[in-house]
């Protein structure tokens, strides 16, 4: 008869800890969201906590390392949000899913601007957080980014869709697209990774422009303008485009 598995029980101290680094993280997370990025400081979040500054460094050495700590839980957070939406019943094919999670990410960054900003274009959180090794902080962007590509190269494996001419192409675009297929295991070649890249950018582009609302001079609702870049999106991709139910 075989033994039960055993099961690792968290000793006090580390359940104690645990529980403390869940409280800095939403103390830190509250004041991004009502006082802005300026204001998430290790003795700010020290005096919510009836503690001094430098116990809080017990549990982030630096001020860098708790911003990263907070942005590695933001991209955890979108990613999950992302694969979900990619998993339910309705998103049944590779072009639903890639429908799907594009409308998760909106909404996400939508509900989330101050998390989202902090993410990606705040720039007191991006000079703090450049004082980690690179890799740390790469890691979960890149994961991000990898939702997001592994629908399209699902669409590309099921499927094909156009691609471009690489020999009318600059060399060095063509250069560093096939350093970003290396990159990406091959996982899509050159012509089909351009394809990509151009939805992306035009996907990200129009996000950024609306949370941080840089075209509120003529748009206060982009829904609309939304539907129509995933159109276009899926009209690169060869799928059909199906508005939101």
């Known amino acids: 008869m075989k033994s039960a598995a055993r099961v690792e029980v968290p000793s006090r101290k580390e359940a104690q800890r645990a529980a403390t680094l869940r409280e800095i993280h939403t103390i830190a997370r509250d004041l991004l969201v009502h006082n802005g990025s300026s204001a998430v400081t290790i003795n700010a979040i020290a005096r919510q906590m009836g503690m001094s500054g430098p116990a809080l460094y017990r549990y982030y050495p630096s001020q ?26 309705g998103a049944d094919t ?12 909106r909404h996400w960054a939508l509900a989330h601007s101050a998390e ?22 790469q890691a979960s962007p890149g994961a991000f980014g990898q939702v997001f590509l592994e629908q399209v190269a699902a669409i590309w494996h099921t499927q094909r869709f156009p691609i471009p001419d690489l020999d009318g192409m600059p060399t060095t675009q063509v250069e560093q697209l096939i350093a970003f297929s290396s990159r990406i295991d ?3 070649p050159p012509d089909a990774a351009h394809v990509f890249l151009k939805c992306w950018i035009r996907l990200y582009g129009h ?39």
């Open 186 to 188: 091959g996982l899509l």
């Open 207 to 245: 996000l950024c422009m609306e949370v941080f609302q840089q075209v509120a001079f003529a748009y206060t609702d982009m829904e609309p303008s939304f539907e129509e870049c995933l159109s276009e999106l899926c009209a690169l991709l060869d799928v059909p485009y199906e508005p939101p139910v």
């Open 116 to 137: 989202f900003g902090w993410l990606f274009a705040d720039p007191v959180a991006a000079s703090r957080a450049a004082a980690l090794p690179h890799d740390a902080h």
């Open 94 to 105: 590779p072009g639903r899913r890639l429908n799907a999670i594009c409308r998760a990410l």
């Open 64 to 89: 860098a390392a708790l911003i990263e700590a907070l942005r590695a839980q933001f991209f955890e957070e979108l990613i999950a949000f992302m694969r979900a939406a990619g998993e339910q019943p």
